[in-house]
Protein backbone atom coordinates (compact mmCIF):
# COMPACT_ATOMS: atom_id res chain seq x y z
CA UNK A 1 0.00 0.00 0.00
CA UNK A 2 1.12 3.32 -0.64
CA UNK A 3 -0.62 5.03 2.20
CA UNK A 4 -1.97 8.56 1.39
CA UNK A 5 -0.04 10.45 -1.47
CA UNK A 6 -0.17 13.64 -2.55
CA UNK A 7 1.34 16.06 -5.20
CA UNK A 8 2.62 18.47 -5.43
CA UNK A 9 5.54 18.27 -2.92
CA UNK A 10 6.13 21.61 -3.22
CA UNK A 11 4.49 24.72 -5.50
CA UNK A 12 4.83 28.70 -6.07
CA UNK A 13 2.03 30.93 -7.11
CA UNK A 14 1.19 34.13 -7.85
CA UNK A 15 -1.70 35.88 -5.97
CA UNK A 16 -4.93 35.54 -7.80
CA UNK A 17 -3.71 32.07 -9.56
CA UNK A 18 -6.22 28.97 -8.93
CA UNK A 19 -4.51 25.39 -8.11
CA UNK A 20 -5.27 22.13 -6.95
CA UNK A 21 -3.67 20.15 -4.84
CA UNK A 22 -3.94 16.29 -4.84
CA UNK A 23 -5.07 13.53 -2.40
CA UNK A 24 -5.13 9.82 -2.87
CA UNK A 25 -5.19 6.84 -0.58
CA UNK A 26 -5.07 3.43 -0.97
CA UNK A 27 -6.71 2.16 2.24
CA UNK A 28 -10.15 2.42 1.56
CA UNK A 29 -10.86 4.80 3.88
CA UNK A 30 -14.10 6.57 4.48
CA UNK A 31 -13.07 9.72 6.00
CA UNK A 32 -10.77 12.06 4.60
CA UNK A 33 -9.44 15.63 5.39
CA UNK A 34 -7.50 18.57 4.65
CA UNK A 35 -5.37 20.45 7.09
CA UNK A 36 -2.93 23.29 6.65
CA UNK A 37 -0.13 23.99 9.87
CA UNK A 38 1.40 27.04 10.49
CA UNK A 39 4.47 28.08 12.51
CA UNK A 40 2.87 28.45 16.00
CA UNK A 41 -0.44 27.42 15.25
CA UNK A 42 -0.21 23.68 14.73
CA UNK A 43 -3.08 22.06 12.33
CA UNK A 44 -6.31 23.89 11.53
CA UNK A 45 -9.13 21.40 9.68
CA UNK A 46 -10.12 23.04 6.27
CA UNK A 47 -12.68 20.79 4.70
CA UNK A 48 -13.35 17.19 5.22
CA UNK A 49 -14.92 13.86 3.99
CA UNK A 50 -17.51 11.56 5.63
CA UNK A 51 -17.53 9.41 2.16
CA UNK A 52 -17.86 10.12 -1.14
CA UNK A 53 -20.00 12.90 -2.48
CA UNK A 54 -20.38 14.13 1.69
CA UNK A 55 -17.58 16.84 2.55
CA UNK A 56 -18.44 19.53 5.23
CA UNK A 57 -16.43 22.66 6.51
CA UNK A 58 -13.66 22.74 9.15
CA UNK A 59 -12.32 25.47 11.02
CA UNK A 60 -10.75 27.70 8.03
CA UNK A 61 -12.39 26.52 4.85
CA UNK A 62 -12.73 30.40 3.11
CA UNK A 63 -10.88 30.13 -0.46
CA UNK A 64 -10.52 26.36 -0.46
CA UNK A 65 -13.14 24.25 -2.45
CA UNK A 66 -13.32 20.31 -1.86
CA UNK A 67 -14.98 17.82 -3.69
CA UNK A 68 -15.18 13.84 -3.21
CA UNK A 69 -16.38 11.85 -6.39
CA UNK A 70 -14.67 8.78 -5.32
CA UNK A 71 -13.45 7.06 -2.34
CA UNK A 72 -9.97 7.27 -2.75
CA UNK A 73 -9.00 11.14 -3.92
CA UNK A 74 -9.88 14.30 -2.00
CA UNK A 75 -8.39 17.34 -4.19
CA UNK A 76 -8.62 20.54 -2.36
CA UNK A 77 -8.60 23.79 -5.01
CA UNK A 78 -7.40 27.12 -4.25
CA UNK A 79 -9.93 29.76 -6.03
CA UNK A 80 -7.74 32.63 -6.18
CA UNK A 81 -4.65 32.40 -4.19
CA UNK A 82 -3.22 34.77 -1.56
CA UNK A 83 -0.25 35.14 0.71
CA UNK A 84 -2.59 34.14 3.95
CA UNK A 85 -2.62 30.66 1.74
CA UNK A 86 1.52 30.18 2.36
CA UNK A 87 1.36 27.41 4.34
CA UNK A 88 2.24 23.50 4.36
CA UNK A 89 -1.03 20.90 3.28
CA UNK A 90 -1.56 18.03 4.80
CA UNK A 91 -3.82 15.19 4.02
CA UNK A 92 -5.31 12.76 6.10
CA UNK A 93 -7.54 9.60 5.52
CA UNK A 94 -8.99 6.96 8.35
CA UNK A 95 -11.55 4.42 8.87
CA UNK A 96 -13.82 6.96 10.69
CA UNK A 97 -13.66 10.20 11.70
CA UNK A 98 -12.32 8.89 15.45
CA UNK A 99 -10.00 6.18 14.43
CA UNK A 100 -6.37 7.09 13.91
CA UNK A 101 -5.60 9.39 11.26
CA UNK A 102 -3.12 8.44 8.53
CA UNK A 103 -1.29 11.35 7.18
CA UNK A 104 0.34 12.38 3.59
CA UNK A 105 3.58 13.60 3.11
CA UNK A 106 2.46 17.49 2.74
CA UNK A 107 2.56 20.21 0.43
CA UNK A 108 4.34 22.98 0.72
CA UNK A 109 2.69 26.38 -1.01
CA UNK A 110 4.36 29.79 -1.00
CA UNK A 111 1.80 32.27 -2.32
CA UNK A 112 3.79 35.67 -3.62
CA UNK B 1 -14.98 29.35 22.77
CA UNK B 2 -12.78 25.97 22.55
CA UNK B 3 -9.13 25.94 23.03
CA UNK B 4 -6.50 22.76 22.57
CA UNK B 5 -3.48 24.30 24.87
CA UNK B 6 -0.11 22.59 24.50
CA UNK B 7 3.02 23.89 26.19
CA UNK B 8 4.62 26.47 23.02
CA UNK B 9 7.73 26.40 25.09
CA UNK B 10 10.32 23.43 23.65
CA UNK B 11 10.95 20.43 26.52
CA UNK B 12 14.60 19.81 27.09
CA UNK B 13 15.32 16.65 28.96
CA UNK B 14 18.22 14.18 29.48
CA UNK B 15 18.61 10.78 28.12
CA UNK B 16 17.05 8.10 30.16
CA UNK B 17 14.49 11.03 31.76
CA UNK B 18 10.90 10.81 31.61
CA UNK B 19 9.61 13.51 29.37
CA UNK B 20 6.08 14.44 29.94
CA UNK B 21 3.83 16.80 27.72
CA UNK B 22 0.96 18.61 28.69
CA UNK B 23 -2.62 18.51 26.93
CA UNK B 24 -5.64 21.19 28.37
CA UNK B 25 -8.57 21.39 27.00
CA UNK B 26 -11.60 23.97 27.32
CA UNK B 27 -15.15 23.82 26.02
CA UNK B 28 -15.01 19.94 24.90
CA UNK B 29 -16.21 17.47 25.93
CA UNK B 30 -14.10 14.74 23.85
CA UNK B 31 -14.84 11.31 23.18
CA UNK B 32 -11.80 10.74 22.26
CA UNK B 33 -7.77 11.67 22.17
CA UNK B 34 -5.05 11.03 20.03
CA UNK B 35 -1.38 11.97 20.53
CA UNK B 36 0.52 12.12 17.39
CA UNK B 37 4.56 12.59 16.63
CA UNK B 38 5.72 14.95 13.75
CA UNK B 39 9.40 14.92 12.57
CA UNK B 40 10.79 18.17 10.50
CA UNK B 41 9.23 17.93 7.28
CA UNK B 42 7.26 14.81 7.60
CA UNK B 43 3.37 14.64 8.06
CA UNK B 44 2.25 13.41 11.82
CA UNK B 45 2.15 9.94 12.88
CA UNK B 46 -0.30 8.52 15.37
CA UNK B 47 0.94 7.29 18.52
CA UNK B 48 -2.42 6.41 20.81
CA UNK B 49 -5.86 6.76 21.50
CA UNK B 50 -7.46 7.43 24.74
CA UNK B 51 -10.77 6.95 25.28
CA UNK B 52 -13.24 8.99 27.94
CA UNK B 53 -14.08 6.28 29.64
CA UNK B 54 -10.27 5.41 30.22
CA UNK B 55 -8.11 6.40 33.00
CA UNK B 56 -4.43 5.49 30.98
CA UNK B 57 -3.25 3.85 28.26
CA UNK B 58 0.07 2.61 27.82
CA UNK B 59 2.45 0.96 24.40
CA UNK B 60 6.15 -0.13 24.92
CA UNK B 61 7.71 3.52 26.42
CA UNK B 62 4.84 5.77 25.66
CA UNK B 63 1.88 6.19 28.46
CA UNK B 64 -1.20 8.68 28.37
CA UNK B 65 -3.61 9.70 30.68
CA UNK B 66 -7.24 11.72 29.99
CA UNK B 67 -8.56 13.23 33.27
CA UNK B 68 -11.72 14.41 32.05
CA UNK B 69 -12.15 16.14 35.73
CA UNK B 70 -9.20 18.59 34.84
CA UNK B 71 -10.18 18.28 31.12
CA UNK B 72 -6.41 17.31 30.72
CA UNK B 73 -4.24 14.44 28.82
CA UNK B 74 -0.69 13.92 30.14
CA UNK B 75 1.76 12.37 27.46
CA UNK B 76 4.87 10.11 29.01
CA UNK B 77 7.85 8.98 27.23
CA UNK B 78 9.93 7.13 29.75
CA UNK B 79 13.50 6.22 29.06
CA UNK B 80 13.92 8.45 27.13
CA UNK B 81 16.12 8.48 23.80
CA UNK B 82 17.67 11.12 21.56
CA UNK B 83 15.26 9.29 18.87
CA UNK B 84 12.66 10.51 20.43
CA UNK B 85 12.97 14.06 19.90
CA UNK B 86 10.02 15.40 17.78
CA UNK B 87 7.38 17.36 17.98
CA UNK B 88 4.35 15.90 20.08
CA UNK B 89 0.36 16.81 19.03
CA UNK B 90 -2.66 15.92 20.72
CA UNK B 91 -6.18 15.87 18.88
CA UNK B 92 -9.33 15.75 20.46
CA UNK B 93 -12.32 14.01 19.03
CA UNK B 94 -15.60 15.22 19.84
CA UNK B 95 -18.60 13.28 18.39
CA UNK B 96 -21.03 16.37 18.34
CA UNK B 97 -18.43 17.60 15.49
CA UNK B 98 -17.54 14.73 14.30
CA UNK B 99 -14.05 16.49 13.57
CA UNK B 100 -10.56 16.07 15.11
CA UNK B 101 -8.85 19.10 16.15
CA UNK B 102 -5.14 19.43 16.84
CA UNK B 103 -2.73 21.85 19.87
CA UNK B 104 -0.28 23.38 18.04
CA UNK B 105 2.23 21.32 19.62
CA UNK B 106 5.06 20.64 21.66
CA UNK B 107 8.59 20.08 20.59
CA UNK B 108 10.84 17.52 22.83
CA UNK B 109 14.26 17.30 22.48
CA UNK B 110 16.40 15.01 24.32
CA UNK B 111 19.71 14.95 24.86
CA UNK B 112 22.49 12.90 24.80
Known amino acids: NAGVTQTPKFQVLKTGQSMTLQCAQD?????MSWYRQDPGMGLRLIHYSVGAGITDQGEVPNGYNVSRSTTEDFPLRLLSAAPSQTSVYFCASSPETSYEQYFGPGTRLTVT | SQKIEQNSEALNIQEGKTATLTCNYTNYSPAYLQWYRQDPGRGPVFLLLIRENEKEKRKERLKVTFDTTLKQSLFHITASQPADSATYLC???????????FGAGTRLAVHP
Open chain 1, 27 to 31: MNHEY
Open chain 2, 91 to 101: ALFSGGYNKLI
